[in-house]
């Protein structure tokens, strides 16, 4: 959770919004996602690997295609802490968050789970359908293990709701930019900003922004408003159309980190 803190204090001390990531672990292949992920590192203050699921009830079209192709290949829980074993042997220090759902996890274990995923690397979980009042269980597993467990707040969250997640907020908090699924869109949402506000009326942890954001202008425009910037279809769908996918995601997610931090090409 420390390493989380300080990737969000050294954006901060940059002036710049902090630039995260989401890809699936083994998308399209194994050896792939791993030189994909390793490509993007140096220009992402943290990563969001996503662990594939049957039914990933929170992804569009672009990232439930990732995952089915990658439980396709054969692709388990296990062997995502193995791939991140693997990255952080390849000298990747680059904070991670383990993005997947509930019934995997569980049925990994909690607390193996959570002392699995330190031993490989990770610094925390993001689980899109385990909702605060659920979340109990897993998130005492986490801390156990210095990892963090983010919630989710979308623009309809409740003041009440709001509340809450900021009390046991531990991170970041993930806000959701529309009320829908993952996906690049062609604009966010019409009061992110309002949103945004609400939010930090109720806490002073750092405000991550992810769904719908996909090109270097959105990013730097989102990056103005909150203190993290979540890119994820838009990544795959560069990756897709190229034939050298490595070096075609490190091109795209430069171009998000040349905006969010104000540089020109």
């Known amino acids: 959770m420390d390493q989380i803190i300080a990737a969000f204090a050294r954006a901060g001390a940059r002036g710049t919004a902090a630039l995260m990531p989401y890809y699936t672990l083994g998308y399209p292949d194994r050896a792939t996602s791993l030189d994909v992920i390793a490509a993007i590192a140096a220009d992402s203050d943290l990563l969001e690997l996503g662990v594939p699921f049957s039914d990933p009830l929170a992804d569009g079209p672009t990232i439930q295609h990732s995952t089915q192709v990658s439980l396709e290949r054969g692709t388990t829980l296990a062997g995502c802490l193995e791939m991140l074993r693997e990255l952080r042997g390849r000298g990747i220090q680059t904070p991670v968050l383990l993005f997947g759902y509930y019934?995997?996890?569980?049925?990994?274990?909690?607390?193996?789970?959570?002392?699995?995923?330190?031993?490989?690397?990770?610094?925390?979980?993001?689980?899109?359908?385990?909702?605060?009042?659920?979340?109990?269980?897993?998130?005492?597993?986490?801390?156990?293990?210095?990892?963090?467990?983010?919630?989710?707040?979308a623009p309809t969250s409740s003041p009440r709701r709001i509340a809450a997640v900021a009390e046991r907020a531990r991170g970041f908090i993930?806000?959701?930019?529309?009320?829908?699924?993952?996906?690049?869109?062609?604009?966010?949402?019409?009061?992110?900003?309002?949103?945004?506000?609400?939010?930090?009326?109720?806490?002073?942890?750092?405000?991550?922004?992810?769904?719908?954001?996909?090109?270097?202008?959105?990013?730097?425009?989102?990056?103005?408003?909150?203190?993290?910037?979540?890119?994820?279809?838009?990544?795959?769908?560069?990756?897709?159309?190229?034939?050298?996918?490595?070096?075609?995601?490190?091109?795209?997610?430069?171009?998000?980190?040349?905006?969010?931090?104000?540089q020109k090409e």
């Open 174 to 262: 993930y806000l959701v930019s529309v009320a829908g699924v993952t996906g690049a869109r062609q604009t966010v949402g019409s009061d992110l900003a309002g949103f945004i506000g609400r939010v930090r009326q109720r806490t002073t942890t750092p405000l991550a922004v992810g769904f719908g954001i996909s090109t270097p202008e959105q990013a730097a425009a989102v990056g103005r408003l909150a203190d993290g910037v979540i890119v994820g279809s838009a990544l795959i769908n560069a990756v897709d159309r190229a034939d050298d996918k490595p070096q075609a995601a490190a091109a795209y997610i430069r171009s998000l980190h040349r905006a969010i931090n104000h």
């Open 103 to 153: 019934n995997p996890f569980l049925a990994y274990g909690l607390d193996a789970l959570a002392a699995d995923a330190r031993a490989a690397g990770a610094q925390g979980f993001i689980v899109p359908d385990l909702p605060p009042e659920e979340a109990a269980d897993l998130e005492s597993a986490a801390a156990a293990q210095g990892l963090a467990y983010v919630h989710f707040l």
